[in-house]
């Protein structure tokens, strides 16, 4: 049965396609949404509601008290001439209302304390949720979306927009209900003591109305635009801070520092832009509300002096325009939260809602692998984010089992490194299947999937973590002897003997403390240390000098013996050993075979093969 879609929900299902929809289509839907996710707080929500109601309730009281006590002044002044009876009367009377306004006084303070608590309290949950969401969403999300999307952009969408949507039911939902009690009881109560000045008490409310709703729409565009600035300057900012070794190389501090200063600007600019609509509005309601007030002063006061109202209700009348003043500036606030949470709700949910291109398909069941037999069947493959119909791959046909080893080669972009990619499954072929003990990838789940299949990556990335950390990163349960095992094997554990910290030096930031070499030995050894079927070293001693290279794949024979394992190389010396060895050339497969049979073939392999072998000897054609 298919899923309904939610009000403002936008759901791309074909590879993530786009995540930049006009957020100003789906206001309504985005807040009701965000308003839905705190009623899941119920007991907290009603807490607050109920605050919020109660709040307003006795701010309601304050005007009326104020109005029976300036009547009952007038009266004790009028009682006086009448003798100390009827001054006593008064008195207490005066005294009676006094401890009632007082009461009031406490329990609106006791009640809008528990609404401040209790909204931010549903605002930080909210938060919280939607952070854990919006992690896990960019976890599942497949890498033909990730390659489209700067990291910079996300992060702002997981930082700053999550902020905004949070705040939404303290500044919006509640402020909004406050607003409709005020409004609405002291309109029943002024036009219920004068109808006419009941009306020009409340006049500056539609016109506050429009002119919010006005300001609304200019609000939202200026945050959709200060956002996407701000994305652009985290992105920046990241791309600044990775290459940073080689911005200084370079001297190339100050053009950075110009870019960054043309965006810091232009988004100086578009917020200065959103201030100045912001005061502009809030000062126009408020100016408007201080008419209504000069109104009301004008007209209760002739009423007064005709005798058709009492002093103490135009007390009444002023004093609840003068509790409203406050409400009305936030007035302001509340437009200005409108706009901030449906815009940054709207750029957040487009990446929640957002379905995986690479997901477990219906009935999918973890993989069986016991034979561990790789099979690559007349595979066909397109990067999805090309532009052109270029095909990476094509018709490739290849079979790795225990025992015996597939080596890769070929020149740069002939589609090596994609073969691994598509046995992890990160991307889908676009034809043909790739099988595990004759179980389509496609078919069993990405978990199971994805533990048998261990992939050293051409590029290692280390975390900011411990050596011992970063091995078993794949198997965070190993022991340090299982750990120490694999170190040993990728030709690593002599080098953490040496450190001061042994297994537990911290590694900095993305690995920086090591060398080139040593990064991809760790990432050999962390590969290796999990129990998985296959093994894909795709492009893995790339950095590590020949005679360690030699020593790793030694240790590394019986790893084959029990397990499929395939090398993508660019040095053919990683390869020599493999049982057979696929030079591909443009996503096709144009020679195979053993090492010798490759040489004496006196194809492209031998060419190659004799470049290097030219490079080596370091001969001037080799310069050439």
């Not at 309601?60 to 002044?73: C, M, N, T």
């Not at 990556?457 to 091995?471: C, G, K, R, W």
């Not at 030709?491 to 090591?514: A, D, F, K, M």
């Not at 190389?569 to 591909?584: G, P």
Request: glycine residues 10%; contains cysteine; charged residues 20%.
């Amino acid at each position: 049965m298919a899923r309904p879609r939610r009000p403002g929900r936008r759901i791309d299902v074909e590879a993530e396609a786009d995540y930049n929809i006009d957020v100003s289509k789906v206001d309504t839907g985005v807040l009701f949404r965000i308003t839905e996710m705190a009623f899941r707080h119920r007991a907290r929500m009603a807490l607050a509601i109920a605050a919020t109601l109660l709040a307003g309730g006795f701010q309601l009281f304050v005007p009326q008290y104020l109005g029976r006590a300036i009547d009952q002044a007038h009266g004790l002044v009028a009682g006086a001439a009448a003798g100390t009876a009827g001054r006593d009367a008064a008195e207490a009377g005066l005294l009676h209302t006094a401890l009632l306004l007082l009461a009031v006084a406490v329990a609106r303070g006791l009640c809008t304390m528990m609404q401040n608590y209790q909204g931010e309290a549903i605002g930080q949950l909210i938060g919280y949720q939607l952070r854990l969401n919006y992690y896990r969403k960019l976890q599942t999300l497949s890498l033909s979306w990730h390659d489209r999307v700067h990291s910079g952009d996300l992060m702002t969408r997981g930082i700053l927009d999550i902020e905004g949507v949070r705040l939404w039911i303290d500044t919006g939902v509640l402020r909004m209900i406050l607003l409709t009690v005020l409004i609405g009881g002291g309109a029943v109560i002024l036009i219920g003591n004068d109808t006419v000045l009941g009306l020009v008490a409340l006049s500056f409310v539609p016109v506050v109305g429009i002119r919010a709703s006005i300001a609304r729409l200019r609000l939202r565009d200026t945050w959709i635009a200060l956002q996407d600035k701000m994305s652009l300057l985290t992105k920046v900012i990241e791309e600044n801070l990775d290459g940073i070794r080689v911005v200084r190389a370079f001297a190339a501090q100050g053009y950075e520092l110009t870019k960054f200063d043309r965006i810091s600007n232009e988004a100086l600019a578009i917020a200065n832009r959103r201030v100045r609509l912001f005061v502009l509005s809030t000062t126009q309601m408020t100016f408007v509300y201080f008419l209504a007030m000069a109104a009301t002063l004008w007209i209760g006061g002739q009423k007064t002096i005709e005798g058709e109202i009492t002093l103490g209700q135009l007390g009444e009348a002023l004093t609840f325009m003068l509790i409203l003043q406050m409400p009305v500036r936030q007035i302001g606030w509340m437009v200005n939260s409108i706009a901030r949470a449906s815009t940054c709700g709207g750029r957040l949910f487009n990446v929640l809602d957002l379905e995986p291109s690479i997901a477990d398909a219906p009935g999918a069941k973890p993989l069986q692998a016991s034979e561990s037999v790789v099979r690559f069947e007349g595979v066909d493959f397109r990067y999805p984010s090309w532009t052109k119909d270029d095909r990476t791959l094509s018709g490739i046909d290849l079979e790795a089992r225990p025992g015996k080893m597939i080596g890769i080669v070929g020149p740069p972009g002939s589609g090596k490194t994609t073969i691994a990619h598509l046995l992890g499954r990160y991307y889908d072929v676009a034809d043909g299947r790739i099988t595990i003990d004759g179980q389509d990838i496609r078919e069993v789940t990405l978990a199971s999937l994805r533990q048998a299949v261990s992939i050293v990556q051409q590029e290692p990335y280390l975390f900011t973590a411990s050596i011992d950390h970063n091995v078993a990163y794949g198997d965070p349960w190993a022991g340090r002897s299982s750990i120490e095992r694999s170190a040993q094997t990728a030709q690593l554990h002599s080098h953490i003997r040496s450190l001061p910290n042994t297994y537990e030096t911290l590694v900095g930031e993305r690995g920086v403390s090591l060398s080139g070499g040593q990064r991809q030995r760790l990432s050999i050894a962390r590969a290796i240390l999990p129990d998985a079927k296959v093994l894909v070293f795709d492009d893995s001693t790339a950095a590590v000098d020949a005679a360690t290279e030699r020593r790793i794949r030694e240790a590394l024979r019986e790893f084959v013996a029990k397990r499929a394992v395939i090398v993508i190389a660019h040095r053919l010396s990683s390869v020599m050993d493999a049982e057979e060895i696929v030079f591909l050339e443009n996503g096709r497969i144009v020679e195979r075979g053993s090492h010798d049979e490759l040489m004496a073939a006196g194809g492209r392999y031998r060419q190659l093969c004799d470049l290097q072998a030219r490079e080596l000897s370091g001969s001037p054609e080799a310069g050439a």
